[in-house]
């Protein structure tokens, strides 16, 4: 009799063990789940996304031209996060930039299209796409209609 009583106590213990752990993992989830459902306000991010065709016979000065716009853009615009090239072929790219915040963003906009890049970039590739995400102000939206008018703010989500 006391070792069947010893027996539930050891039962009865992993199964409270097992509930106590489940109302946690519950509660990480919860907290999980509904505390980060919405996007921080104050993350003012810019992304900008590019899909980009190579204009036909551009192929070989478009490896080198995007080596140079990598370039310039690491050494002269701190606000720039993200600014990144992918290929699918030789005459395919995507590019993806993320900017700190609007001002950032709209740095790397002026300094574009003030720059002596922007040239050999216009006759190199074929915007095929171009989307913004995030709050853009009217400013940057005119100084971009040359290249997009597919602006889209945030309207829900989050980050880990």
Do not use: C, W
Not at 130 to 146: A, H, P, Q, R
């Amino acid at each position: 009799m006391i070792s069947r009583q010893n027996g539930m106590r050891k039962n009865d213990g992993m199964r409270m063990l097992r509930s106590v752990s489940s109302i946690i993992v519950s509660a990480s989830f919860l907290v999980t789940v509904l505390g980060s459902h919405h996007s921080d306000p104050n993350d003012e991010q810019m992304i900008f996304l590019l899909d980009l065709m190579v204009v036909e016979g551009k192929e070989a000065e478009a490896e080198v031209l995007i080596d140079k716009l990598v370039e310039n853009v690491k050494k002269t615009e701190p606000g720039t996060i993200v600014y990144e090239y992918y290929a699918s072929s030789k005459d395919r790219y995507f590019l993806y930039e993320v900017y700190r915040n609007h001002t950032a963003a709209e740095f790397h906009v002026d300094s574009f299209m003030k720059g002596n890049l922007m040239p050999a970039f216009v006759e190199t590739f074929e915007v095929i796409t171009f989307e913004v995400l995030g709050s853009t102000s009217d400013e940057l939206k005119k100084k971009m209609i040359d290249f997009t008018s597919d602006h889209r703010a945030k309207t829900d989500g989050f980050k880990r």
